[in-house]
């Protein structure tokens, strides 16, 4: 349990800070409205016109709309047509003429578009004190929104402020929808983009129901199907002597000068031993794809490591087949080795690299 002298101690903390942010928040206020006493027709340089505030709900239907571009630049057309129109009409000309939509819309006419939709969104919504008092809103002379630029607004030499948007509001929703498709970034990233035009009360959790409902990011979060890897033979597994059980490969060619012709090159190929049990190498050379090439590399292998007890190989016919058991393994008929049985093993087995790519002995083949 907390003292009483913790307690007035934690007391008069709280009550030191909420003073600090209340001096910020008026002095912020105050510089404010300071600013646009001093300067009143700064705003109207760059030919905005006054805010329509309710009347642009009555031009066209905002929900209707699912892009914010679109429908700011609707809505900036629409009043440049009936501006043209009030102008024509007092000439006194009763003739209507059709506005170009191939013009240009400027800057100053989608920021008056967009004021006028953060005026319809603000209309009739409430915000509780403490957000007001948090953020510092104040309304704004000129054009009646309800703007917040933080507590340290006052000493920014921007002095950018956004206006204040409620959350069930559908232009909260197309701010969001275009604050994520810019980049199609996470929460964090779409609610900074959307802070930059204007503060949506509770934008987390829009930003959050916008990023869950894009397909463009459910397809790049969806979860790839994980192949289920077959088990490993019993060779692999078990304690054995040092290449009882082994696989063999060729990998290369490389190309190396000739032992009696040094000026020619000639292509040779690495042949590979490995210990299913231990994953001990024994690495030797071909001079060809031939099977006598490969006998004699097996007869140097079998000389250093012993003769193995079944040795694993891919499919092909350098390697031999199989004619008749014994615990011999015979080489073709066409073959012009001097000896008929060329290589000595209980068990060959011979494995399709499509139905057992694991069992082969390269490193990047291994399970």
């Known amino acids: 349990m907390k003292s009483a002298k913790d307690v007035a101690v934690e007391a008069r903390e709280n009550l030191t800070r909420i003073q600090k942010k209340a001096f910020v928040a008026a002095l912020t206020r105050a510089g404010v409205k300071k600013e646009a006493e001093q300067d009143p027709i700064s705003t109207s340089v760059d030919l905005h016109r006054p805010p329509a505030r309710v009347a642009a709900t009555r031009l066209l239907d905002i929900k209707r709309f699912s892009s914010l571009t679109r429908l700011i630049k609707s809505l900036a057309l629409v009043w440049r047509a009936a501006k043209k129109f009030l102008l024509v009409r007092a000439r006194g000309n009763s003739k209507w003429e059709a ?33 007001t008092d948090r953020l510092v809103v104040y309304r704004d002379g ?9 507590r340290i607004q006052y000493f920014k030499e921007d002095c ?11 232009l909260g929703t197309l701010l969001a929808r275009q604050s994520h498709q810019e980049g199609h970034e996470g929460v964090a990233g779409t609610l900074l983009r959307m802070r930059r035009k204007a503060w949506i009360i509770q934008g987390r959790r829009l930003a959050q129901k916008v990023v869950n409902q894009c397909i463009h990011c459910r397809k790049a979060r969806a979860q790839v199907c994980q192949q289920v890897m ?28 000739d032992d009696v012709k040094r000026r020619v090159s000639m292509k040779v190929w690495g042949v590979i ?14 001079t ?3 099977t006598e090439s490969f006998l004699m590399t ?14 694993w190989s891919d499919p092909g016919t350098n390697f031999g087949r199989k004619i008749s058991a014994g615990g011999f393994i015979y080489l073709p008929a066409k073959s012009r080795c001097s000896k008929p049985g060329g290589v000595r093993c209980k068990e060959w087995d011979k494995l399709d690299l499509e139905s057992a790519p694991c069992r082969f002995i390269s490193s990047e083949w291994s399970c």
Request: hydrophobic residues 45%.
């Open 288 to 290: 060809s794809m031939s």
């Open 99 to 131: 506005v170009p939509l191939a013009g240009i819309v400027t800057v100053a006419e989608r920021e008056d578009a967009f004021r006028d939709l953060c005026l319809v969104a603000q209309e009739g919504a409430t915000f509780p004190s403490t957000t």
């Open 160 to 170: 950018l402020v956004v206006p204040l948007i409620t959350f069930d509001t559908w």
């Open 273 to 286: 031993f490995s210990c299913m049990a231990s994953w001990a190498l024994h690495v030797d050379l071909a």
């Open 298 to 311: 097996y007869q140097r292998f079998t000389a250093i490591r012993g003769h193995p007890l079944k040795v």
């Open 142 to 150: 000129a054009s009646g929104l309800l703007l917040c630029g933080g």
């Open 230 to 257: 077959g088990d490993l033979p019993v060779e692999r597994s078990r304690p054995a002597a040092p290449f009882q059980f082994t696989s063999v490969d060729l990998f290369g060619p490389y190309l190396v000068r």
